[in-house]
C-alpha cells in the first residue's frame, strides 16, 4: 500500500486470520470479503479523515493458500491447502513414495485439487466431480455443480476446468457400473496415479506387495511376483477385494498369461487387491503326507511307507 506524494504511508501488511489489516496512521481495518477495489476505497475513506484528498495505490503481493476439502473416491480424502504454484503427487495408498509429480501454477482449479489428493481410485467416477461451493450471502444455501471429465477423456468434448475458491468442497463419485474400456482410460490419464500396489502370495517366486500400473489385469501382478512355481496350481487363482461395503469378495479364477484383459479370469486389478495362488493337487498331497508321517519319521522310511501304499 502506498499514498501518494505522501512520505511515510508506505507498508507491505498481511491479512491476519480475522479479516483485518494494520496500516499506519488508521491501525486495524476489516478487508474481509472485499475486492482490492474496495479494499482501497477503504483505506482511501480511512485516510480522508487526515489526508486531503489522498491517492491510494494497493497490490497484492501474494495469496494465501486456497484451503478445500476433498472427498469421495480420491487416494487421500482430507483437507487441503493449495498455493498458486506447487507440485501435485500422484500415489497410490499405501506407497512410501510419490509415483508421478505434476508441476503446477496460476489460482488452482479441480483438477489440481483432485491431484492433490493422490488421484482418484479405481473406482471413482469421472463422469460424476462436483464441487459445492458456500453461499454468497448471510444464509444462502450452499451451491453445487457437477462436472463430466470422462467424456472429454472418451470423445474429445470440451469441458471447463472451474477455478477452486476457499471453502470449496471437491466430490468424486463412486462408479456403479464402469467397463473395462473406460478402467483403462481413466487409469491412463493425470487423474490417476502411474501405479497401484497389490499383493501376491502362495505359489509364486517373489511373493509380497507388488507395485503395477493403475488396472492391470491379474496376469500382470502374477509375472511380477516372478510367475508361479512347479508346485501351483493354474487353474485355482482366488482374488480377494476389500469392497466399499466393508465386505470381502472371493473370486476364483484360473492362471493364464495370454488371456485377454478384462476377460473373466483376466480382470483388472484395483489398490489392496489380494492375489491367492493355491497349491495343485499333487503338492497338497505330498504336504498332507508329509505332515502325518512326519511324527514317526525316525521309524519308518521312506521304502516301508511305499509298502504300506501297496505301491511295491
Known amino acids: 500500500m502506498q499514498v501518494f506524494k505522501v512520505e511515510g504511508y508506505a507498508a507491505d501488511v498481511e491479512v491476519l486470520s480475522d479479516g483485518t489489516i494494520n496500516l499506519p496512521r488508521i491501525g486495524s481495518l476489516s478487508v474481509w470479503g472485499l475486492t482490492l477495489n474496495q479494499a482501497k ?15 491510494v495505490f494497493l497490490d497484492l503481493l501474494a495469496p494465501r493458500p486456497v484451503r478445500v476439502a476433498v472427498t469421495g473416491q480420491v487416494q487421500r480424502p482430507g483437507l487441503y491447502a493449495i498455493s498458486r504454484s506447487g507440485t501435485n503427487q500422484l500415489s497410490a495408498a499405501g506407497t512410501e513414495a510419490p509415483v508421478t509429480a ?35 450471502g448471510i444464509g444462502a444455501p450452499p451451491v453445487t455443480q457437477t462436472y463430466d471429465f470422462l467424456s472429454v477423456l472418451r470423445h474429445g468434448t470440451n469441458v471447463e476446468n472451474p477455478l477452486i475458491y476457499d471453502g470449496d468442497t471437491v466430490t468424486v463419485g463412486r462408479a456403479t457400473d464402469i467397463s473395462n474400456e473406460d478402467l483403462l482410460t481413466t487409469a491412463s490419464s493425470t487423474f490417476a496415479p ?12 517373489k511373493p509380497g506387495p507388488q507395485q503395477v500400473k493403475a488396472n492391470s489385469p491379474l496376469a500382470q501382478a502374477i509375472v511380477a511376483a516372478g510367475g508361479t512355481t512347479r508346485r501351483a496350481s493354474q487353474s485355482t487363482i482366488q482374488l ?32 489392496g487387491d489380494v492375489v491367492v495362488v493355491d497349491r495343485n493337487g499333487w503338492t497338497k498331497f ?3 503326507l508329509g505332515t502325518f508321517v512326519q511324527p514317526v ?12 501304499l501297496g505301491a511295491f
Do not use: C, H
Not at 467416477?125 to 454468497?136: F, Q
Not at 502411474?194 to 517366486?205: A, L, M, P, R, S
Not at 479364477?253 to 483388472?268: F, Q
Open 194 to 205: 502411474d501405479t497401484i500396489t497389490v499383493n501376491v502370495i502362495g505359489e509364486v517366486t
Open 286 to 288: 505330498n504336504d498332507g
Open 102 to 136: 505434476i508441476t503446477t501454477s496460476g489460482w488452482p482449479t479441480l483438477v489440481d485439487a483432485i491431484q492433490r489428493a493422490g488421484g482418484i481410485t479405481a473406482t471413482g467416477n469421472l463422469g460424476s466431480v462436483t464441487i459445492t461451493r458456500p453461499g454468497t
Open 297 to 308: 519319521g525316525p521309524v519308518l522310511n521312506a521304502a516301508s511307507i511305499l509298502r504300506l
Open 240 to 271: 480377494l477385494r476389500l469392497e466399499p461395503d466393508g465386505t470381502v469378495t472371493a473370486t476364483r479364477l484360473a492362471y493364464s498369461p495370454t488371456e485377454v484383459m478384462g476377460s473373466s479370469n483376466n480382470p483388472p486389478l484395483r489398490s
Open 41 to 55: 476505497d477503504a483505506i482511501t475513506k480511512s485516510y480522508s479523515t487526515f489526508l486531503r484528498q489522498p491517492i
